[in-house]
């Protein structure tokens, strides 16, 4: 069972409230997303967490190009969360 909804909800509150996010991983590891690409995302937004980097959809947007992840999880579905 998966609610997709429900895991854009989770990764679009992480990035308007930055400060939740390591608050977040006490409960939610990146197997726990359906959509590899909501893994990806929410894998990025840990690792800058963990690393004190701002989070936003820039930075966000860096992370994942870094990591060789943003041409396969698509800039609009970064916005569209």
């Keep these: 069972p998966q609610d997709l ?5 989770v990764l679009g509150t ?8 390591l ?3 006490r409960i939610l590891a ?16 840990l690792d ?9 959809l820039l930075t966000l947007e860096a992370r994942l190009a870094e990591r060789g992840e943003l041409t396969a999880i ?3 579905n970064l916005v569209a969360l």
């Design 48 to 56: 800058l967490a963990e690393r004190g980097v701002p989070i936003d």
């Design 30 to 45: 990146p197997g726990d997303y359906y959509l590899p690409s909501h893994s990806a995302i929410y894998e990025a937004l």
């Design 14 to 21: 992480a990035i308007m409230r930055p400060h939740l996010v």
């Design 5 to 9: 909804d429900a895991e854009r909800a």
């Design 74 to 76: 698509g800039k609009e």
């Design 23 to 25: 608050d977040l991983e």
